[in-house]
């Protein structure tokens, strides 16, 4: 089943705009992880944020996390073109095997136009 | 480093014939994870390696699904009788360990087409 959800399904803005993606989940996690996904293929790590963290950077991308609102929100600035993909969110929940499966949302498709 | 490759890229097959898809993990990796990706569904878990023992099985759909890993490395995930319902991306997927504070890192998928 799918725990993480994200909003907007769609997202189109023009280059040099920030876009903002949302991710909400319904069960305690360790941690929550943000992927990009080009042309359906493989998915890109981006960025992991843990459930101990409120917030966290990597170039222009931020991630905010409110475990008590269990929402995250994924924050890409100064979009460019290149930055068209669908992006997901993945939450990792301890299955009674042990095994740190992840959870993916259906993902958000941003469309940067130049 | 070479990342996680997937072979073949693409297979089209036919109705009630046996597929194999191959994954080649990062070198070092112990944990292995292969996932499905269709458009009804989204990415769904299937199946999660920690060395060559496969722990959690919980996410293969039926018993035509199986899966297995040899030499804590290259692993093969093996759908007998297709049926149009399995056409998808399969994903696989591997980490440093089978612990949540590492991050996994994706194949380029396998696309199949069943007909």
């Known amino acids: 089943s799918q725990q993480g959800e994200e909003d907007p399904q769609a997202l189109s803005i023009q280059e040099g705009e920030n876009a903002t993606m949302n991710c909400s989940y319904k069960t305690s996690i360790n941690n929550l992880q943000w992927y990009r996904q080009n042309s359906g293929r493989g998915l890109v790590h981006l960025i992991l944020?843990?459930?101990?963290?409120r917030e966290k950077h990597s170039g222009r991308l931020r991630v905010t996390l409110d475990t008590s609102k269990k929402s995250s929100s994924l924050l890409i600035t100064a979009s460019r073109a290149a930055d068209t993909a669908s992006y997901f969110c993945a939450t990792d929940a301890i299955s009674g095997a042990g095994s740190y499966q992840l959870t993916f949302g259906k993902g958000t498709k941003l469309s940067v136009i130049p | 480093g070479a990342g996680v490759s997937q072979s073949p890229s693409n297979k089209v097959t036919e109705k009630g014939k046996d597929v194999e898809l191959r994954c080649d993990p990062i070198s070092g990796h112990t944990a292995l994870y292969w996932y499905r990706q269709s458009l009804g569904q989204g990415l769904e878990f299937l199946i999660y390696?920690?060395?060559?023992?496969?722990?959690?099985k919980s996410g293969l759909p039926s018993d035509r699904f199986s899966a297995e890993r040899t030499g804590g490395s290259v692993s093969t995930l093996t759908i007998q009788r297709t049926q149009q319902e399995d056409s998808a991306v399969y994903l696989c997927a591997s980490s440093l360990a089978g612990q949540g504070i590492y991050e996994q890192y994706f194949g380029p998928g396998t696309r199949l087409t069943v007909t």
């Open positions: 944020i843990r459930s101990n963290e």
């Open positions: 390696f920690q060395g060559n023992s496969a722990p959690d």
